[in-house]
Structures are given as structure tokens and as C-alpha cells.
């Protein structure tokens, strides 16, 4: 007997999967961008299903406000401002120890999305914004390799495989992101629990189909709204002149658009990275800030409170400063404090 089937036996039965399809699955990688809402999701359902390599890529750290709907967090994570994706992949081993598991704890970027997608057959988006999904669309389409879009806001949800070379493509729906802060956030409007949960079954079920070979068309957007119980879906069409599928110009790849400064939405906080490729010793940083204010390290970063802010540095530089959404502010306290 195949050795996944006392594992997968209730996957394998169905007949759409069957051995082969497990084996497939199984021999797979993917990559989850984000650990959210849809990232916990999202992982939970593929780590169940026993893709053999799962990697999980997320910048940010566990809030209470989380819990709510990111269904691998507890409030254990929440004390220890564990990063999401560490906290996740630490729940993930317990539920399958038989495949692969990876934390990234990095954000997303044009200098280093590329480099995260060598060796994977998969992209599921589980971002928050835009500007990320046109970044992921950009290296997807560049590398051949299929990715499904998910986003969610208040009971809606929505998602759309693109399949590269025969489907349509992000930018084929629209050629441009809207312009930053112009679109609602679930931070002001708000998500429930539910929303969040079907994108990502839908979005699992789609990467089972195209991991298995039984290739959805791709380019079928599908929205719902479940406080209406209103369920649509639309063909979108390949745009004869995209500029990244049809043209190959990947100009998000290219870096447009990308800083190293941003106020993170709705959370009172900015983030801020340092543009040359230095590392931090944090144990080193520690010592010098343990002598103006309290800090703590739970081995990924180090807290540090001065004033009314509190700095969260990242070994890679970045460092996220709550208690202000001025840029000019953070920028002071980043140099002053973090100083590279
Ligand atoms: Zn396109």
C-alpha cells in the first residue's frame, strides 16, 4: 500500500486526487505570501493536505486584534509578539511532521521575490495590498509559474487563478494598483471570520486542481459577498497588449513604486528598512539600548520602548515604530536608535 494513504486516505478516495494526485502533491513546493487571515488559512489546508514543501513568508508580528480570524495564532503568540509566520509554521509541524515546513520572516520586495520563488511550483497570494499582488503577478508571469490571487474585505472575498501563458494575468484585469489609501482596508471596514475562510478554501481547492494536473482555466475571478449571499464569477480576458504577459515588461519587478519608508494602514506605525544591505547584531543593539529604555528579545527581534513609541528591529534592518504615522518622526527615531 502507498505509504501516504493512511494519512491522506479520505484525500486519495476522492476520485480527483487518487494516488497519482497524492503523489503529486506530495513532491510539490509552494509559497504562501502572507500569514494572515487567508495565510493561516491557507497553510493549515495545505499542510493538511500534505503538499511536500510549504514555505510561509510574512513581515509582520502577532496582535490580539488577530485572533479573531488568523486561525493558528493564540494568545500565547500574542504575549510573546511571536512573527506571524514563525508562530504558524511552530503550530503547522505539530499538524504534519511528514513534510517540509519554512518560515521567512522578511517582506516582500522586488529585490528578493524572485530569489523566493526558485524551486516552486505554486504562488498563493495571501497579502494584504496591492502593490505585493502586482509585484507577485510581475515575477509569476516572468518565471512561468501559476499563482491565485486572494483578498478579503468586511464578508467579501475574491480570487482568481492566472496562469501564465494561457490565462489572463493581473494586469490584464487592471492595468495599474489603485493609488495607495484609496481603496478600503480591513483595518477600516473591517473582515469577518468567514470571508477569509472561503477565499482560502477556494484558493486551496484551485491548488490541489493545478498541482494535481487537472488544470482550471485560469483567469475566472469569483466574488462573493456572504452578508448578502450574493456568488458571481466572471471570465477576464486576456488584454492583447498587457504589458507583463503579452509584452513582457515587468516593470513592478523593475522596483517602481517600492520604498524603503511606509506608514503601515490603520496601525498607528511606520515601517522603515535601511536601503544598504546591512545586517544587525542584535545582541549587540541590545546592549547599547538596554542603557536608555527597556528591551526585549524573543529571538527573532528586539522590542524597545522610549517615550510614547516602541521600535520592533529585525535582524535585516527593518524596523516597524509604533506610536506615530509621521514619517519624518520615524525616520529621526530610526536613526537615532537603530542608526545604520
Ligand atoms: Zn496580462
Same mark, same amino acid.
Given at each position: 500500500m502507498?505509504?501516504? *494513504? $493512511?494519512? /491522506?486516505?479520505r ?9 497519482? %494526485?497524492?503523489?503529486?502533491?506530495? @513532491?510539490?513546493?509552494?509559497?504562501i ?5 487567508l495565510?493561516?488559512?491557507?497553510? @493549515?489546508q495545505m ?8 514555505k ?5 508580528y =502577532?496582535?490580539i486584534?488577530?485572533l479573531?480570524?488568523? =486561525?493558528?495564532?493564540?494568545e500565547?503568540?500574542v ?7 514563525a508562530a504558524? =509554521?511552530?503550530?503547522l $509541524? ?8 519554512e518560515?521567512l520572516?522578511f517582506?516582500?520586495?522586488a529585490?528578493?521575490?524572485?530569489s523566493?520563488? @526558485? ?8 497579502? !494584504?495590498?496591492?502593490e505585493t499582488? /502586482?509585484l507577485?503577478?510581475d ?5 512561468g509559474i501559476?499563482?491565485?490571487?486572494g483578498?478579503?474585505? &468586511?464578508a ?6 492566472v496562469?501564465p501563458? $494561457? @490565462? ?6 487592471s492595468?495599474?494598483?489603485p493609488a495607495?489609501?484609496?481603496? #478600503?482596508?480591513c483595518?477600516?471596514e &473591517?473582515?469577518? %471570520? ?6 482560502a ?7 490541489? $486542481?493545478?498541482?494535481? %494536473? ?16 450574493e456568488f458571481n ?6 488584454? #492583447?497588449?498587457c504589458?507583463?504577459c503579452?509584452?513582457?515588461?515587468f516593470?513592478f519587478?523593475a %522596483?517602481? &513604486?517600492s520604498t524603503?519608508v511606509?506608514?503601515l494602514?490603520?496601525?498607528n506605525? =511606520? ?17 547599547r539600548?538596554?542603557r536608555l ?6 529571538? *527573532?527581534?528586539?522590542? *524597545?520602548k522610549?517615550?510614547? /513609541?516602541?521600535?520592533m528591529?529585525? #535582524?535585516d534592518t527593518r524596523?516597524?515604530i509604533k &506610536?506615530?504615522t509621521d514619517?519624518t518622526v520615524?525616520? !529621526?527615531?530610526?536613526a537615532?536608535y537603530?542608526g545604520?
Open positions: 502507498n505509504p501516504l *494513504f $493512511k494519512r /491522506y486516505s484525500q486519495m478516495l476522492f476520485s480527483g486526487i487518487g494516488e497519482d %494526485g497524492q503523489n503529486r502533491i506530495s @513532491s510539490a513546493t509552494i509559497l505570501i502572507g500569514c494572515g487571515a495565510g493561516t488559512n491557507l497553510a @493549515s499542510v493538511r493536505a500534505g503538499v511536500g514543501t510549504v510561509i513568508v510574512d513581515r509582520d =502577532v496582535e486584534s488577530n479573531q480570524r488568523q =486561525v493558528l495564532f493564540d500565547s503568540d504575549d510573546q509578539q511571536l512573527p506571524k509566520a504558524a =509554521v511552530d503550530k $509541524k505539530r499538524i504534519n511532521s511528514d513534510i517540509r515546513i518560515s520572516i517582506d516582500v520586495t529585490k528578493n521575490i524572485e523566493m520563488l @526558485s524551486g516552486v511550483d505554486l504562488v498563493l497570494d495571501a497579502t !494584504d495590498n496591492m499582488r /502586482y507577485i503577478n515575477a509569476c508571469v516572468k518565471h501559476p499563482w491565485i490571487y483578498g478579503v474585505i &468586511g467579501t472575498g475574491m480570487t482568481m487563478d496562469i501563458g $494561457k @490565462s489572463a494575468c493581473l494586469q490584464c484585469l492595468e495599474t494598483p495607495a489609501g484609496s481603496m #478600503p482596508t483595518e477600516t &473591517g473582515v469577518l %471570520g468567514g470571508a477569509p475562510a472561503v477565499v478554501s477556494i484558493q486551496a481547492t484551485e491548488a490541489l $486542481k493545478i498541482l494535481v %494536473g487537472h488544470h482550471p482555466a485560469g483567469g475566472e475571478l469569483i466574488h462573493f459577498d456572504l452578508w448578502e449571499n464569477r466572471f471570465h477576464v480576458h486576456r488584454r #492583447p497588449d504589458q507583463a503579452v509584452k513582457g515588461q516593470s519587478l %522596483g517602481s &513604486g524603503d511606509f506608514s494602514c490603520g496601525r506605525a =511606520v515601517q522603515i528598512t535601511s536601503s544598504d544591505e546591512n545586517r544587525l547584531d542584535l545582541q549587540d543593539l541590545k546592549k539600548l538596554t529604555g527597556p528591551v526585549t528579545d524573543n529571538g *527573532f527581534f528586539l522590542t *524597545f522610549v517615550d510614547s /513609541y516602541e521600535l528591529i529585525f #535582524p524596523t516597524i &506610536g506615530t514619517e520615524a525616520r !529621526d527615531l530610526f537615532k537603530v545604520t
